[in-house]
């Protein structure tokens, strides 16, 4: 019959047989193999070192370049100020501008709105 082909039984005497051991340890090296591939595979894409870490960590590195860009050029103008006040450049408008608005110095003749 069919179904004998399909399951691989044998057929003694119009009754059923006994399993072989081959018919039950191949189906179970299988289904085996398939749980350790499907834990191997979720592991890849969504562990701790999967392919969504990967995403968030490149999105992170886009972020700290974006702000690195912004602190370098921050730094750059800091740097223009300070080298602008330092005695072998020193621009007397850029003191003049920081006393007055560090220390509130004011002229005689000026009038202070506040």
Known sequence: MWWQK??????????????DKGQIIAP???ILLIA???????????????LGALHQAEALERNLIAELSIVSE???????????????NLDLDLLDER??????YVR???????
Do not use: K, P
Not at 6 to 19: A, K, L, N, P, Q
Not at 74 to 85: C, Y
Not at 99 to 104: F, H, Q, S, T, V
């Open 6 to 19: 399909c399951c691989r039984v044998r057929v003694i005497g119009g009754s059923m047989g006994r399993w």
């Open 28 to 30: 179970a090296i299988y």
């Open 36 to 50: 350790v591939l499907a834990v191997f595979g979720h592991s890849g894409l969504q562990g701790e070192l999967g």
């Open 74 to 88: 921050d730094r750059r103008a800091r740097r223009n100020l300070v080298n602008r006040l330092s005695t072998d």
């Open 99 to 104: 006393a007055r608005a560090i220390l509130g």
């Open 108 to 114: 005689l003749e000026e009038l202070v709105i506040r």
